[in-house]
């Protein structure tokens, strides 16, 4: 569930949330403020390190980078100053193809692919809200992980800007990612199966 900071029904921006020294991360959605607590469960920090590396040793030698949380990414609308920007989110993995986007503050732009490991507390948000955002900000890629039920839901973005019918995968899969030619991920070991060989 939300937790809206400290005033109800207040829209908060990208300068407001910098002024915010909490422990606990933050996120917000048209310019509703989101709590990340509580920490991630082991289960979803094992599934979140499998997935990062598998696309961190693909892309090694590559112009794409992939970053993990806490990472910013931040999707003003167009000409609206950085600063006024009512949409900051943290993805649990995203992928970033134009550096142009990258600054010391994290990303400034649509990312080209982005992950959320799904918990408990955060099953509507990453289902509804994010893939709202998400889809109306033409991120090409966004899949949705399931660490319970060990399922992974992808999303691609299609001609007409919408999202299509989604993709879902078991962890006895493997996932040839469209957007990364090449590249290959394997479920086994996400969601602690034995790794394959590829």
Same mark, same amino acid.
């Given at each position: 569930?939300?937790?809206?900071?400290?005033?109800?029904?207040?829209?908060?921006?990208?300068?407001?949330?910098?002024?915010?020294?909490?422990?606990?991360?933050?996120?917000?959605?048209?310019?509703?403020?989101?709590?990340?607590?509580?920490?991630?469960?082991?289960?979803?920090?094992?599934?979140?390190?499998?997935?990062?590396?598998?696309?961190?040793?693909?892309?090694?030698?590559?112009?794409?980078?992939?970053?993990?949380? &806490?990472?910013?990414?931040?999707?003003?609308?167009?000409?609206?100053?950085?600063?006024?920007?009512?949409?900051?989110?943290?993805?649990?993995?995203?992928?970033?193809?134009?550096?142009s986007?990258?600054?010391?503050?994290?990303?400034?732009?649509?990312?080209?692919?982005?992950?959320?490991?799904?918990?408990?507390?955060?099953?509507?948000?990453?289902?509804?809200?994010?893939?709202?955002?998400?889809?109306?900000n033409?991120?090409?890629? #966004?899949?949705?992980?399931?660490?319970? #039920?060990?399922?992974?839901?992808?999303?691609?973005?299609?001609?007409?800007g919408?999202?299509?019918?989604?993709?879902?995968?078991s962890?006895?899969?493997?996932?040839?990612?469209?957007?990364?030619?090449?590249?290959?991920?394997?479920?086994? &070991?996400?969601?602690?199966?034995?790794?394959?060989?590829?």
């Amino acid at each position: 569930m939300p937790l809206l900071k400290n005033e109800q029904d207040r829209i908060f921006t990208y300068k407001d949330y910098l002024t915010w020294n909490d422990n606990e991360g933050w996120e917000l959605i048209d310019g509703v403020a989101y709590s990340m607590a509580p920490s991630p469960s082991v289960n979803h920090q094992r599934v979140a390190m499998e997935l990062g590396r598998q696309f961190a040793n693909f892309l090694s030698d590559k112009p794409c980078e992939v970053f993990s949380v &806490p990472f910013d990414v931040r999707l003003p609308e167009t000409n609206e100053d950085d600063e006024d920007s009512k949409n900051v989110v943290q993805p649990d993995i995203v992928v970033i193809c134009d550096s142009s986007k990258l600054d010391e503050k994290g990303c400034k732009g649509v990312p080209d692919l982005t992950i959320e490991i799904v918990s408990p507390a955060s099953a509507s948000i990453d289902n509804i809200k994010k893939m709202d955002l998400y889809e109306k900000n033409g991120v090409k890629e #966004y899949w949705i992980v399931h660490p319970i #039920y060990k399922i992974v839901t992808i999303y691609k973005i299609m001609e007409n800007g919408s999202y299509g019918k989604p993709e879902i995968y078991s962890e006895k899969d493997k996932i040839e990612v469209e957007l990364l030619k090449e590249l290959t991920v394997d479920l086994g &070991p996400v969601f602690g199966g034995k790794r394959g060989h590829t």
